[in-house]
């Protein structure tokens, strides 16, 4: 088993399944998975019997896991550790997952690099990964979204961002196996709650790296566009377009129609009106301050409406750069 690699694994179960289930299941890959595993297919060796059936018995068991996610259960998550690891080693590691609570699932992989931690998860079924990579600390899930293939990443951060609440029995059973995968391979580590989905993949996003953030989300508005906008939201908020430095937000202030500003400073107290304020010509300040004051009660909504609108005109200015947002970690050069 240790000598076949993920793709020879995945090689030998769809030859081992009948014709038409094989055809629904390519029928569902991309054109260059289908290029890949037909290239493994023509390549393998005669296969011992014995072997064939240890795979299966693999494929069968990934399989119950990720029935799992969805279904959950103590029943299932005990059978599950079981099967991988025997019935006392499955007693004591639900029975320690359990004792540990659901906020740190996968302790075990926070002192592994992210890098070993992408390649790790790079042949397990692209939901799996997810559960993983929501349940991980935003900082290291972003250096491993980062680290992960191009080819996966979007996939990935599209399940991260519409995941709904994992039973914790499910995420029990997943990190456990994985937990002896890892233990089998021999990588000795030197997680937090996932919550609402669009929240967790935007604080992932918030600390990967720009050009991981950037492939993402342009990946997503085409398949998800309303997820893509909600996440933009999180990314980057109208408190953020207050932080910026007074040369940007006159930038700003110039392309901002002077009534959308007014509706989303109504309400506002000095430290939110300032700053725009201070960037404005001494004319133009008195006349936002005047239109304020003439709209009258404005709904919330409608205010929070006007800040959301001027938090994405500012994303659309730094998407045509002409301006340039810093973020925590960016490197820059004076």
């Known amino acids: 088993m240790a000598a076949l690699s993920g793709p020879q694994k995945a090689a030998v179960v769809i030859t081992q399944m009948p014709a038409e289930v094989s055809g629904e ?10 290029s890949r595993l037909t290239k493994v297919v023509a390549s393998l060796p005669e296969l011992d019997p014995a072997l064939v059936k240890q795979v299966m018995t693999e494929y069968m068991g990934r399989v119950q896991i990720l029935s799992s996610v969805r279904q959950g259960g103590v029943d299932v998550a005990k059978r599950l550790l079981r099967e991988r690891f025997g019935v006392q080693r499955a007693e004591e590691e639900l029975e320690r997952l359990m004792r540990s609570g659901d906020s740190r699932p996968f302790a075990f992989l926070h002192g592994v690099e992210p890098e070993r931690i992408a390649d790790f998860l790079a042949d397990e079924h692209p939901q799996i990964v997810a559960v993983v ?14 680290a992960l293939d191009e080819s ?13 609440k994992v039973p914790h029995d499910a995420v029990a059973a997943i990190a456990a196996s994985l937990s002896g995968q890892l233990a089998d391979k021999d990588v000795t ?9 669009s929240s967790t993949l935007a604080s992932i996003l918030n600390r990967a790296e720009r050009q991981v953030e950037r492939q993402v989300l342009t990946s997503m508005d085409e398949s998800d566009p309303e997820l893509a906008e909600e996440v933009r939201r999180q990314l980057f908020t109208f408190e953020d377009v207050l932080a910026l430095d007074d040369k940007t937000l006159q930038k700003v202030v110039r392309v901002i129609q002077p009534k959308t500003l007014a509706v989303a400073l109504k309400g506002a107290d000095e430290p939110v009106r300032g700053p725009f304020v201070r960037n404005m010509s001494e004319n133009a300040a008195q006349d936002l301050l005047e239109t304020i004051e003439s709209l009258g009660p404005l709904r919330l909504v409608e205010v929070e409406g006007a800040q959301v609108d001027i938090a994405r005109k500012v994303r659309d200015m730094e998407a045509e750069g002409a301006i340039t947002i810093l973020r925590k970690g960016d490197d820059v050069v004076v």
Do not use: F, N, W, Y
């Open 152 to 164: 996966q990443r979007a996939g990935i951060a599209l399940r991260v961002g519409t995941m709904g």
């Open 25 to 34: 299941v390519i029928a569902q890959m991309s054109e260059t998975e289908v």
């Open 133 to 146: 990579v929501a349940h991980l600390p935003s900082d290291l899930a972003a250096k491993v979204l980062g």
């Open 189 to 197: 580590p030197d997680g937090d709650r996932a919550g609402k989905g």
